[in-house]
């Protein structure tokens, strides 16, 4: 049996707190709203309670925020792509941030097991004065538990429309593009950070970032394998591949920890559910 499930969230600022209404078709939902910061941003944890996705699934999330309202999703575990006997798997994000608005979308690791077939979009429209933090992690197999990805494909496909586009399919038997120099060069974890403004980020702001961000990679493990970079004056992005997720999550989270401060003047306040 096949499940769609879908989720609409829509975060809005009322007498100085963000506040979330939600509604949900299926096994997909948001827990209830923690304010670990205050009243100004509002925490949820998104679940799925099958754990994950086999051929035939579909999972859809439509995200608004709009006024002053700031808003911070993650989940409580991988998102997990499972064996394929021939139909998709996929799952579809879409977050319109209006106004003042700002979001941070970060979810656990998508690990795409051995024999997928799996799709992953990501799609962000932002009004002008509206901004988005969020980052991409995906592992492929669990080669720590001698389960490579030897067969199936993974499609990921991350938007701003108009903006900013990502888009590769990930063939498990195309070994020039998962062993290359050019391609993945054998890791197995690639994953990304993005902060994105709905019109130009002030050139000082993003020099400032961007020289933020290279002074956590310097110092970091992954030095070699990671890289951040300004494709338009409205995205800085950080890209990092790792053999395992683990180093890559923690490189993420810092740069993240430090965005954070700059570009909003916000503390890291770690959501508790990473650490339980």
């Known amino acids: 049996m096949s499940w769609h499930a879908q989720l609409d969230i829509d975060y809005r600022r009322e007498q100085q707190r963000s506040v979330v209404r939600h509604s949900h078709n299926g096994p997909l939902r948001i827990l209830q709203s923690l304010y670990p910061e205050g009243d100004a941003i509002c925490h949820n944890v998104l679940v799925h309670p099958p754990g994950g996705l086999v051929g035939g699934d579909t999972l859809e999330m439509t995200i608004a925020a709009s006024g ?50 799996a799709e992953n979009y990501l799609t962000v429209a932002l009004g002008p004065q ?64 993005f902060f994105v403004g709905g019109s130009k980020i002030a050139r000082d702001r993003r020099e400032a970032g961007l020289e933020l961000a290279r002074q956590v990679v310097s110092s970091h493990t992954l030095s070699r394998m990671a890289g951040v970079t300004c494709p338009n004056e409205q995205v800085m992005v950080l890209r990092v591949l790792a053999p395992l997720v683990e180093p890559a999550s923690d490189l993420l989270r810092q740069v993240w920890q430090v965005w954070r401060q700059h570009f909003w003047q916000l503390p890291a306040s770690v959501p508790r559910i990473w650490s339980t």
């Open 68 to 117: 002053a309202a700031h808003g911070l999703i993650t989940t409580p575990g991988a998102t997990r792509f499972y064996r394929s006997l021939g139909e998709q798997a996929v799952q579809r994000t879409r977050i319109t941030l209006q106004d003042q608005a700002r979001l941070e979308w970060l979810p656990l690791e998508a690990i795409a097991y051995n024999a997928c077939l």
């Open 130 to 193: 509206a901004e988005f933090m969020g980052w991409d992690i995906t592992a492929l197999g669990l080669p720590s538990a001698g389960l490579p990805f030897d067969e199936g494909h993974f499609l990921q496909h991350i938007e701003v429309p108009g903006v900013w586009l990502e888009r590769g399919m990930l063939q498990a038997h195309d070994s020039r593009l998962m062993n290359g120099p050019l391609g993945l060069a054998g890791q197995r974890c690639m994953a990304s950070l």
